[in-house]
């Protein structure tokens, strides 16, 4: 058969979470939560007994699961693939069939459907597709304190660097210790720096998401003497507003879910792996402005895929960033095997196992 064209935006718009759990008898299990927009129960996607695993939130259409064997949200449509064990485009045609909208092989550029017979009446307004929202301008938790300038005119961008550090030392040790190749190094830029204010550090050049150099990261090579932290980032410099190694990771195959880590070893290590669509949030905490980023970086079939430090701070981070990137696009979250693990320390076989 060939494939039919669907508009997911037109789908999505024209019914309703509800509707579509009400369509597969869902809703009579489960109950509505406090503020009376949440809806909570079993999780029918792992077939689960627990009361509170699945939570939907009606007004954003929207839901994920937090048990361990789901781990995963996203919208109505991530909501039919998962139970008819489908891919994006399929679960829009089914949608489609259910509801008798007649969306189907509707578009501009295929206008095939010419027999004058509308079954879909337009959505209600506030039906129509989510506008993605702009960043809010509520201070993100990664919000800089040390920032002592706020340029006002520009909040939270990053101007480009007018130079780039140069003379660094790409064969320090610290590299065979983090397990990095020379091609590696040699790929991100990395170096030794032995002048100025990221003197004794191994740098990091970060580039915004049109491959400008907007600051560096300095690592101390091991652990720092006590009153020196392990990253110093250059005063001014606004890591919320940075994804490091977007540029990169979004010239890759966007038929790839982005893989979303902590750090910068983390990317490299990964990318050095041969997984290239994979970024940094240089933190465990995801503000507005890397949101934006992440989604406009993302393709919606194959969506996102958080893999952060199995650790308090990961296992927070991870749980609100799944909440908020749920309501907008396919999110999946890959816990890591044991406690303490990072990324950077799994092996080739170990990261195999839960990405592919
Ligand atoms: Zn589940």
């Not at 064997?69 to 089914?94: I, P, R, T, Y």
């Not at 295929?110 to 993605?132: I, L, N, V, W, Y």
Request: hydrophobic share 35%; glycine share 10%; with cysteine.
């Amino acid at each position: 058969m060939p494939k039919q064209f669907i508009d997911f935006g037109a789908v999505k718009a024209a019914v309703s979470f509800q509707q579509v759990l009400d369509h597969y008898g869902f809703t009579a299990q489960m109950r509505s939560t406090r503020n009376g927009d949440g809806l909570e129960g079993p999780c029918p996607i792992h077939e689960g007994t627990s009361q509170d695993t699945f939570k939907v939130t009606l007004s954003k259409n929207c839901w994920f699961c937090h048990n361990s064997s789901c781990k995963c949200g996203g919208n109505h449509l991530d909501f039919v693939a998962k139970m008819e064990n489908c891919n994006a485009h399929e679960a829009a045609l089914k949608i489609d069939e259910w509801f008798n909208l007649g969306l189907a092989g509707k578009a501009d550029s295929s206008p095939q459907r010419r027999d004058g017979a509308p079954k879909s009446s337009a959505p209600s307004a506030q039906q129509q597709p989510m506008p993605r929202q702009g960043f809010n301008g509520t201070s993100s938790p990664a919000a800089e304190s040390k920032v002592v300038e706020e340029p006002q005119e520009e909040p939270g961008e990053n101007v480009p660097l007018s130079f780039k550090l140069e003379n660094l030392k790409t064969d320090h040790t610290y590299f065979t210790e983090r397990g990095l190749t020379p091609e590696t190094v040699a790929e991100f830029g990395l170096g030794f720096c032995a002048k100025g204010t990221m003197s004794g550090r191994i740098v990091i050049p970060i580039h915004n998401k049109g491959g400008e150099l907007v600051g560096y990261g300095g690592r101390w090579p091991g652990q720092p003497p006590e009153e020196r932290p392990k990253y110093k980032l250059p005063m001014g410099f606004k890591k919320s507003a940075e994804v490091f190694n977007l540029d990169r990771a979004q010239m890759e195959e966007k038929g790839l879910p982005l893989i979303v880590v902590e750090g910068f070893f983390d990317v490299m290590k990964l990318w050095q792996q041969g997984f290239h669509r994979v970024v940094s949030i240089m933190g465990s905490s995801l503000s507005p402005k890397q949101e934006e980023l992440l989604l406009e970086a993302s393709a919606e079939r194959s969506g996102i895929l958080l893999m952060f430090d199995e650790d308090e701070a990961g296992r927070i981070g991870r749980e609100k960033a799944l909440v908020r990137l749920a309501r907008r696009i396919f999110v999946r979250v890959v816990p890591l095997p044991q406690e303490g693990a990072q990324p950077d320390h799994l092996t080739e076989n170990e990261l195999h196992a839960l990405l592919d």
